[in-house]
């Protein structure tokens, strides 16, 4: 069901029923959420490229749909982590995918048994490099 704009609560619901990826890795009935290690990797991915010096780099512009930054051998795999989104992204089309990206490494976390982990929109804008990157680390 499409949501509000600013609804992440709708988000997270439509994310967690992606976590559960039967036949990806090492998913059985004990162990579900087999999309989650991967959908943490791509939050990392993403906003590990911020480089504070010089403000560039991170989740902002979501880099990884194209050839050059998706091509990098460094983010091979990380393919499916976005397949895995792309439903999520078709049901909530106002979120962006740097932010899709980056909530779904935090509820992937806290759905696997970690913590619960900061998110925010910050400044008004959701495209924040530094933002998204505070809010995966929060
Ligand atoms: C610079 C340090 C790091 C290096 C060199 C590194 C390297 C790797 C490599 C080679 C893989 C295996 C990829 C594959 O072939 O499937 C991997 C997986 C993974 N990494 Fe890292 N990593 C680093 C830091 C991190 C950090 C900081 C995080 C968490 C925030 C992280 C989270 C993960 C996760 C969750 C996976 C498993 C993904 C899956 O099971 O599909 N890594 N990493």
Redesign the pocket.
């Known amino acids: 069901m499409p949501s509000t704009k600013g609804d992440f609560t709708a988000v997270r619901k439509s994310i967690i029923k992606v976590l559960n990826q039967p036949g990806y890795?090492n998913y059985d009935d004990d162990v579900k959420h087999s999309a989650g290690?991967?959908l943490?990797?791509l939050a990392?991915h993403a906003a590990g490229t911020y480089d504070k010096e010089t403000n560039t780099g991170g989740s902002d512009g979501a880099g990884m749909r194209y050839e050059a930054e998706g091509g990098d051998p460094a983010n091979?795999?990380l393919q499916h982590a976005r397949v895995f989104l792309e439903p999520v992204k078709q049901e909530h089309p106002w979120i962006t995918y740097a932010d899709l990206w980056t909530l779904a490494g935090v509820v992937a976390i806290e759905e696997m048994g970690g913590p619960k982990v900061g998110f925010g929109i910050f400044g008004g804008s959701s495209e924040i490099a530094l933002t998204n990157y505070l809010a995966f680390l929060t």
């Open positions: 890795d290690p991967v943490v990797r990392w091979a795999g």
